[in-house]
C-alpha cells in the first residue's frame, strides 16, 4: 500500500513458522531495532514501552493478534496484566478501575464492541482517571468480519475523547505511545482508532530502546480526585471539566508531530485525509503530473484546526478523503463558514463514497470525479480472466455444527420461525440448512425469539446461541425469558471455545488466558436460572439430536437443548501438533453410491466433490476422518474412516 510496506517475509511474524518464544523475545528486547512486524504485533512493543500495566479485551477481528503476541510473552516476563474478559463492557470496566486507581490501562476490541462497551465508555471521559488509559479500536470498513461498518468516529464526538488513527504498524507503535503519554497527562481516555488492514499490514518498525520500569504497587485510588459517582447534581460539573479538558487537548493537537504537511507545491488544489485512505491516496498519485498538497491528519478528534485553516486559506479547492461518514467534512465546512473562507471545499459526492474501503482503486476514481484532469484514464484490462466462481464462507469439515443444523431441520416444520446469533454457527442461515432467519448483535437471539412468539400459537420459534456468547450477553435474554415465561426453544450450540476470533477461551472452558480455572458448565447455569426443560446430546448423534428437538419444541414455555461438540478446526490442530499422530478420512464405496447426494445437496460438507459424471469424490485435503457424515447417506455408501 506505500512504499514502506514490503512483502519480505516476517521474521517475527505470529501467523509464521517462528516460535512463540522468539515472538516474545523480540517484544522483551531492550536495545533499540528494527523489524518486520504487522500493526497488532508493534502495537504490543508499544503498550511495554509506554509503562502499560493493566490490558483487558474481548475478542474480535481485527484486534486478536494483539492478544496473540501477548500470549508469546512468559506469564512471569510479562511486564502488565492481561485478561480477556466476558465482554466488551466488563474489559473496559477492570481496565477503568485499574487506571482510577493509578496505573495506566488499556483495552481493545473490534468496532461493534464499543456498541457493547457503549454504557460505560461514553463517561470515561467525566471521571478524573489518575493513571490514563486507552481504548484501542478495531474498526472495520469494508465489513470483512462485521455485521455492519460503523463510524466510530461518532462515539468520539458523543464522549468528549481525543481519536488518534493511525495509517501503518509504525504509526501504530508511535501512535499508541502518543496516546499513552496524552492519556497519562490529562488523565482521561484516549481511543487509538485502527482499521482492518492497518492492523494486519507489515511494516519494517524501528523501535526504541526500553528498560524495565519499577512499579509503585500502592493502590493510589482516592475519592477526593474524583467525583466519581456521576449523580445529577455532579453532571453538570464533570460535563464541564471533560470539555476543557478537550479545549486543552485541541490547542496541543494544533502542534502535533502526529499530523503531517506534504507541501508538493500546488496552491491550486490540497487534500485533506487520515489512515488508510492515506496509503491509498498516496498509491493512486503515483501517476499524477502536479500532486496536490496534502494533509494528512494524525490527531482525527479534535481536529487541529489552526493547521486545517492554514492550509484552507492557501489552496484554492480542497478535497476531503474521509473513509465511511462525513463527520470530519461537516466540521471542516463549519470551520470555513465560521472563519469565512472561500475554498471550495469537496466531500463526499455520490452514496458510493460513504461505503466500503477506501482502496487505491476506489480513491483512484473518486480523484477522477473530482478532478478529472488530475490522473491518466486508466485502459480496461482486456486480459481474459478465467471465471472464478464466488466461493461463500461455510463451516469447517467435522464441524459440530452442520451435523446439528442437518439434525435440527428435520425436527422442524417449513413455518417454524429460527433466530440466529452471532458465531460460526451463523453460517446456518446458508443453504442448504437456512436456520435463522434473523440475525442482529451478541446474545440478542433470545430476546427477538421471545418477541416472535407473542401473539403467536401456530408458529413454533427457535433460537441459537453459541457457548462464548451465553457468558458475553446471552444471560439477560434468558433471565427475561424465564422470568415472563416466553414459550419459545434455546438450542445452546456449545463447542467449548470462542472458535470464531481464534479459540479463545471463555468461561466453561477451564482455563482462563493466564491459567487453568474453575469451569462455570452452562447447564448449571439453566439450572441454577430454574429452567425446568433442558436437553443435552452430541450433535454427532443426529437422530437422537432430532428427537430431543421435536420435545422441546412441545414443551410449555422456555426450554433448553444443549447441542455439543467440540470445535474440530481447534480439536484437529491439537491432535496433528501430538507425537504419532495419523491423518484419517473416510472413501466412497462407488458402488454403494446411488446418488442421492443426501452428503452434498443436506448435510454439505465440504469435503464431498460432485464430479462432471455425477460421482461423488472425497477432497483429501479437506476431509479428517470424523465419521459424521456416515449416519447422512441413505445408501450406507460412506465408509468408515481409515488412517491414510
Not at 477451564?510 to 439450572?527: M, S
Amino acid at each position: 500500500m506505500s512504499p514502506a510496506m514490503t512483502a519480505e517475509p516476517e521474521r517475527f511474524n505470529i501467523k509464521g513458522n517462528i516460535s512463540m518464544k522468539q515472538i516474545g523475545e523480540m517484544l522483551l528486547r531492550k536495545m533499540s531495532f528494527s523489524e518486520i512486524v504487522m500493526g497488532n504485533t508493534a502495537l504490543v512493543r508499544g503498550m511495554i514501552e509506554a509503562g502499560t500495566r493493566v490490558v483487558t479485551s474481548y475478542p474480535g477481528s481485527p484486534t486478536p493478534e494483539i492478544a496473540e503476541a501477548i500470549k508469546s510473552i512468559p506469564k512471569d516476563e510479562r511486564p502488565f496484566y492481561f485478561e480477556f474478559s466476558t465482554n466488551e463492557k466488563v474489559a473496559t470496566e477492570v481496565a477503568y478501575g485499574a487506571a482510577v486507581n493509578g496505573h495506566l490501562a488499556t483495552v481493545f476490541f473490534k468496532s461493534v464492541g464499543l456498541n457493547v462497551a457503549a454504557d460505560t465508555f461514553v463517561q470515561l471521559n467525566h471521571m478524573n482517571i489518575i493513571g490514563g488509559m486507552v481504548i484501542v479500536l478495531g474498526d472495520d470498513p469494508g465489513a470483512n468480519s462485521s455485521q455492519n461498518e460503523q463510524d466510530n468516529l461518532h462515539y468520539a464526538y458523543l464522549s468528549y475523547t481525543p481519536l488518534f488513527e493511525p495509517s501503518t504498524p509504525n504509526e501504530i507503535y508511535t501512535f499508541y505511545k502518543e496516546a499513552a503519554k496524552l492519556a497519562t497527562k490529562m488523565k482521561m481516555p484516549v481511543i487509538l482508532r485502527l482499521t482492518t488492514h492497518v492492523c494486519h499490514a507489515k511494516e519494517k518498525v524501528i523501535f526504541d530502546a526500553w528498560q524495565p520500569l519499577e512499579f509503585d504497587q500502592t493502590p493510589r485510588f482516592d475519592p477526593e480526585n474524583g467525583p466519581y459517582v456521576p449523580i445529577a447534581a455532579e453532571v453538570f460539573p464533570m460535563k464541564a471539566k471533560a470539555l476543557k479538558k478537550l479545549e486543552e487537548v485541541a490547542i496541543e493537537m494544533n502542534r502535533s508531530v502526529l499530523n503531517r504537511l506534504f507541501n508538493n507545491g500546488n496552491k491550486a488544489r490540497g487534500i485533506i485525509t487520515m489512515g488508510l485512505p492515506f496509503l491509498s491516496l498516496m498509491e493512486a498519485l503515483i501517476n499524477a503530473e502536479e500532486k496536490p498538497d496534502i494533509l494528512k491528519l494524525g490527531c482525527v478528534y479534535p481536529l487541529p484546526q489552526k493547521m486545517i485553516k492554514e492550509f484552507l486559506q492557501n489552496h484554492k479547492e480542497v478535497k476531503l478523503i474521509e473513509e465511511l461518514d462525513n463527520v470530519i467534512e461537516k466540521e471542516i465546512k463549519a470551520l470555513a463558514y465560521d472563519e469565512q473562507i472561500h475554498t471550495k471545499i469537496i466531500g463526499k459526492m455520490d452514496i458510493a463514497d460513504w461505503i466500503g474501503e477506501y482502496t487505491p482503486d476506489k480513491v483512484y476514481h473518486m480523484l477522477r470525479k473530482t478532478w478529472p484532469d488530475l490522473l491518466p484514464e486508466k485502459r480496461p484490462n482486456k486480459k481474459n480472466f478465467p471465471y472464478v466462481p464466488q466461493r461463500p464462507p461455510q463451516m469447517c469439515p467435522g464441524c459440530g455444527h452442520r451435523s446439528a443444523f442437518h439434525a435440527i431441520k428435520k425436527a422442524l416444520e417449513n413455518t417454524d420461525i429460527t433466530v440466529a446469533d452471532i458465531g460460526c454457527h451463523t453460517l446456518g442461515f446458508l443453504p442448504p440448512y437456512k436456520m435463522g432467519e434473523l440475525l442482529m448483535c451478541m446474545g440478542a437471539s433470545t430476546g427477538i425469539a421471545s418477541g416472535l412468539s407473542l401473539f403467536n400459537d401456530s408458529r413454533k420459534v427457535v433460537a441459537f446461541l453459541g457457548d462464548s456468547t451465553f457468558f458475553h450477553a446471552g444471560l439477560p435474554g434468558i433471565i427475561n425469558a424465564i422470568f415472563n415465561k416466553h414459550n419459545i426453544t434455546l438450542i445452546l450450540m456449545e463447542n467449548g471455545t470462542t472458535a470464531m476470533t481464534g479459540h479463545q477461551d471463555h468461561a466453561a472452558s477451564g482455563r482462563n488466558f493466564n491459567e487453568l480455572t474453575d469451569k462455570i458448565p452452562v447447564r448449571k447455569v439453566f439450572e441454577g436460572l430454574g429452567v425446568k426443560h433442558i436437553y443435552e446430546i452430541d450433535t454427532y448423534q443426529q437422530n437422537k439430536l432430532t428427537e430431543l428437538v421435536k420435545q422441546a419444541i412441545e414443551d410449555k414455555g422456555f426450554s433448553v437443548v444443549i447441542a455439543r461438540h467440540p470445535c474440530m478446526l481447534k480439536f484437529t490442530r491439537e491432535q496433528r501438533s501430538k507425537p504419532g499422530f495419523q491423518a484419517r478420512r473416510v472413501e466412497i464405496d462407488q458402488m454403494k453410491c446411488k446418488r442421492i447426494y443426501e452428503c452434498i445437496e443436506k448435510f454439505a460438507c465440504p469435503t464431498f466433490t460432485r464430479n462432471d459424471d455425477g460421482n461423488i469424490e472425497i477432497n483429501t485435503d479437506l476431509c479428517i476422518g470424523d465419521g459424521s457424515c456416515l449416519q447422512t447417506c441413505p445408501a450406507t455408501a460412506i465408509t468408515p474412516p481409515e488412517i491414510v
